[in-house]
C-alpha cells in the first residue's frame, strides 16, 4: 500500500509538472515582456529629461541597453531564445544594478530570470517548437548549443532548486517576521505561525509541493508592504516550486528512495495477474487510451496493421505533394518506448471471440480482460463498391501515395498525348465530397496546377487544369455555419474551382463522371464523399447504424457485451448535446482519455466517471494560400488569420518534433517559391488501378 501511495503521489506530481509548468513559464514570460517594454518607455523618458536637464546622476541607457529592451520583451512573450535572452539580462542586472533592467531589490525577479535560464521556456514556446527538429542538423554549433542546454538542464537544476527553496522560505519568514514581533493577534498571528511552518517544509524539501501551494494562496492574502509586480513574482515563484517539485536534494526525494528500497513490492505492475487490456487501432483515440492507462497497474496491447501512427489532418498535403508520408507519421513503437506497460503488436485482427474473450489476430489469440475498438473508418460509396478503383478514397499512407501519383501522372499524361480532347480530360480532376477533405484537396490541386508546376511543361499549360468539386447538399461545408460555408466556396471559386452545388453522383469509371445530367470526362476521380464504419460490428455481432458504427452506451461501453468499449469513427455515440459526436480526431482523443479513465475506476474498483461528453474545441479548414475558415469557440474567421491560426494548430498537434521543424521547413519553402519537394511519382498506372 505504501508503495501504491508513493506512486500515486509521483504521478500527481509529474502531471502537475507536465501541465502547469508550461502555463506558468507562459505567463512568467508574457508578464516579463511587457515589464520590460514599460520600463523601456520610462527609461526613454528618464534619458530624455537627463539630456534636457545635464544631470549626470540621471541613468541614461546606452544604444546596446535599448536595443535590447526594445527586443527582449518579443523574445520572452514568444519564448524564441529564450536562454540568452534572459541570461542577457541577468547580467545586465548584476553590470548595471537591479534598477537598471527593471528588477527590484527583493530579487524575486531575478529568480524568475535565472530559472528561465536554467529550465528553459517551457513546451508553450517557440524554443521548444523547434528544439527536437533544430537537435537533427548536424551543423556544429546547432550541436554545440544542443549539448550545453543538455549540460545544464543535466547538472544545474537540483542545486538551483536548493537555492531558490531557501531563497523562497527566506523571504517568507522575514516578511511574516514582524507579525509575530508586533504580537498581532489571530488570524494574523495564525497565518504568520503557518508561513513559518512552511518556509521551514519549503527549505528542508518536505512535502515542497503541499507548502508551496499553501505558500502560494498566503501572498495575496498576507498584509505585506509590496507592489503588485513584486507579489506577481513571489507568486509565481511558489506556484512554480509547487508544479515542478523539490528537487533530488531534499526530504522529498529521501523519503521516495527510502520506501522504494525499503519496503517491499506487493506485486509487479505488469505481472501476468495485472489486467490486460487490448486496444486495436494506433490513431488518436487508441493512442489516447494507452496514453491515459501509464500509470495504471496493467499490461497493455496495442494491436494495428500498420507500425506507425498517423496525422490524417494532413494526408491530403502528401496526397497533393506538399509534405512528405515520413513528415506526418511517427513509429508507434517509438511513442510508447518509456512505458514499458505496452506491447504493440503489428497485425490485422479478423474477428472477436467475445465467449473466450479473444482477439483473432490471424493466427494467433490474445485474451483480453477489457477490450477497446478504435478501428477507425473505412471509404463509404453508398453501396457502390466497384467505384473505389476509378474513383479512391483518403484514408491511409499508400492511398495518399497512390492518389499523389494519379495527379501527377495526370499532367505527364496530358503532356504526352496529341488528342486534344484526351488532353482535357487528363487535365481534368474531379473531387467528391464539400466536406473538409474535399475542399483541401480541391484547393490543394488548383494551387498546385496554377502556381507549382508553371514553366515546367511545353505541350500543355497546367494552369488550365479543371478542378471540379461535386457536393451533394446545397453547401460545403455542412457541418460549418453558413457564413463560413460561403466564404469557403468563394475562396474555392478564386482558385479556379468549379463547384458545383446539389449535384449528386450517378456512375463513375475510368474515364470519368456522371453529375446530375452531364457526363465530365475526367481521368482523376478522387472520393471524399463519406466513411463507413470498420467491421468491428460485424466481429461482435453487435448492433451498427447505418453506416456500421458501433452503436455504444454513454460510457461508451458496447451494450450487452462486458467489459468492450468502442471508440472514433467506430462507435456512434449521442455524447455532443443529443447529437452524434463528430468524426474529428479531437473527438477521438477526448474519447480515448475518457475510455482510459473508466478501464481505471473499473480496475481500482472506484466509482465510474460521468457520461462522456463531447467538448467540441472548434472547426478548422483550409483552402488554399492565406484561405481558411475557423470556427473556434463561436468565433468564427475566414481569410488570411484563418489559415496562419490553422497552420499553428496543425503544427501543434503534430506528433514529433523532427516532424514539426520538417513540416514548418517545407511550408515555409511553399510559401516563398510556391514549390512542393515531394513531387515523385512512387507508382506505376497498373498499381493506380488495383
Given amino acids: 500500500m505504501t508503495r501504491i501511495v508513493v506512486s500515486r503521489a509521483l504521478a500527481i506530481g509529474a502531471t502537475l509538472q507536465k501541465v502547469l509548468v508550461p502555463w506558468l513559464l507562459l505567463f512568467g514570460r508574457l508578464w516579463f515582456g511587457q515589464s520590460l517594454f514599460v520600463h523601456q518607455i520610462m527609461t526613454m523618458a528618464t534619458a530624455h529629461h537627463a539630456l534636457q536637464s545635464a544631470n549626470p546622476t540621471l541613468y541614461v541607457p546606452s544604444s546596446v541597453d535599448a536595443a535590447l529592451h526594445g527586443i527582449a520583451p518579443l523574445l520572452l512573450a514568444a519564448g524564441l531564445l529564450t536562454r540568452p535572452t534572459s541570461l542577457v539580462l541577468v547580467i545586465l542586472s548584476e553590470f548595471h544594478g537591479l534598477q537598471g533592467v527593471g528588477l527590484y531589490p527583493e530579487g524575486a525577479k531575478l529568480i524568475l530570470l535565472t530559472w528561465l535560464v536554467v529550465f528553459g521556456p517551457g513546451a508553450l514556446s ?193 496526397a497533393t505533394a506538399a509534405l512528405s508520408a515520413p513528415q506526418i507519421a511517427t513509429p508507434i513503437r517509438s511513442l510508447f518506448r518509456n512505458q514499458p506497460n505496452v506491447q504493440v503488436r503489428l497485425g490485422e485482427v479478423t474477428g472477436v471471440d467475445v465467449q473466450a474473450q479473444e482477439v483473432v489476430l490471424g493466427a494467433s489469440r490474445i485474451r483480453y480482460d477489457y477490450l477497446v475498438l478504435a478501428t477507425g473508418a473505412r471509404h463509404g460509396y453508398f453501396g457502390r463498391d466497384d467505384w473505389a478503383r476509378s474513383a479512391p478514397g483518403l484514408k491511409s499512407i499508400p492511398d495518399a501515395m497512390s492518389i499523389r501519383s494519379r495527379i501527377l501522372r495526370a499532367f505527364e499524361e496530358a503532356e504526352n498525348t496529341g488528342d486534344e480532347a484526351d488532353r482535357q480530360a487528363c487535365l481534368t480532376f474531379v473531387i467528391v465530397g464539400g466536406g473538409p477533405t474535399g475542399i483541401e484537396l480541391a484547393g490543394a490541386i488548383a494551387e498546385l496546377a496554377r502556381h507549382g508546376l508553371e514553366q515546367e511543361y511545353r505541350s500543355v499549360d497546367p494552369s488550365a487544369a479543371r478542378v471540379i468539386l461535386l457536393q451533394s447538399g446545397p453547401r460545403v461545408l455542412p457541418a460549418f455555419p453558413a457564413s463560413l460555408s460561403e466564404a469557403a466556396a468563394q475562396s474555392l471559386r478564386a482558385l479556379g474551382v468549379e463547384v458545383c452545388l446539389e449535384t449528386k453522383v450517378t456512375a463513375v469509371d475510368a474515364s470519368g463522371v456522371v453529375a446530375g445530367d452531364r457526363y465530365i470526362p475526367a481521368r482523376t476521380t478522387l472520393w471524399a464523399a463519406g466513411v463507413t464504419g470498420s467491421p468491428a460490428a460485424r466481429w461482435l455481432g453487435a448492433p451498427a447504424d447505418a453506416s456500421g458504427r458501433l452503436i455504444v452506451g454513454s460510457d461508451l461501453s458496447v451494450p450487452g457485451l462486458q467489459n468492450i468499449y468502442a471508440i472514433g469513427d467506430t462507435a456512434l455515440t449521442l455524447s455532443w448535446h443529443g447529437k452524434p459526436a463528430p468524426g474529428l480526431a479531437p473527438a477521438a482523443k477526448q474519447q480515448g482519455r475518457y475510455v482510459a479513465r473508466v478501464i481505471t475506476a473499473r480496475i481500482r474498483r472506484l466509482r465510474s466517471p460521468l457520461p462522456f461528453q463531447y467538448r467540441h474545441l472548434g472547426s478548422l479548414a483550409t483552402i488554399g494560400r492565406q484561405a481558411a475558415v475557423a470556427d473556434v469557440g463561436g468565433i468564427r474567421i475566414s481569410g488570411a488569420m484563418a489559415w496562419w491560426f490553422w497552420g499553428a494548430a496543425h503544427i501543434a498537434f503534430l506528433v514529433g518534433g523532427r516532424n514539426r521543424f520538417a513540416v514548418i521547413l517545407d511550408w515555409l519553402w511553399a510559401y516563398l517559391t510556391y514549390r512542393h519537394s515531394s513531387r515523385l511519382i512512387t507508382t506505376t498506372s497498373s498499381e493506380n488501378d488495383l
Avoid: K
Fill in 126 to 318: 517557440l524554443d521548444a517548437l523547434l528544439r527536437r527538429g533544430a537537435g537533427e542538423i548536424p551543423l556544429a554549433p546547432v550541436r554545440l548549443v544542443r549539448n550545453l542546454y543538455a549540460w545544464i538542464g543535466r547538472y544545474i537544476p537540483a542545486g538551483f532548486l536548493i537555492l531558490v527553496r531557501i531563497g523562497a522560505a527566506a523571504g517568507l519568514a522575514s516578511a511574516m517576521l514582524p507579525v509575530l514581533q508586533d504580537g498581532s493577534g489571530f488570524p494574523a498571528s495564525g497565518m504568520a505561525w503557518l508561513a513559518a511552518l512552511c518556509a521551514c517544509c519549503i527549505a528542508s524539501g518536505f512535502m515542497t509541493r503541499i507548502f508551496s501551494g499553501v505558500a502560494a494562496a498566503m501572498i495575496p492574502l498576507a498584509g505585506i508592504a509590496m507592489s503588485m509586480d513584486d507579489r506577481f513574482a513571489v507568486l509565481l515563484i511558489f506556484l512554480l516550486l509547487s508544479a515542478e517539485g523539490p528537487g533530488p536534494f531534499s526530504l522529498d526525494a529521501l523519503l521516495i528512495w527510502i520506501v522504494s528500497r525499503l519496503v517491499p513490492p506487493e506485486d509487479d505492475a505488469i505481472s501476468g495477474d495485472a489486467p490486460h487490456i487490448v486496444v486495436v487501432g494506433g490513431g488518436f483515440g487508441g493512442v489516447a487510451v494507452v496514453q491515459g492507462l501509464r500509470h495504471e497497474r496493467c499490461r497493455i496491447t496495442l494491436i494495428d496493421r500498420n507500425n506507425h501512427h498517423l496525422f490524417q489532418p494532413l494526408l491530403y498535403q502528401v
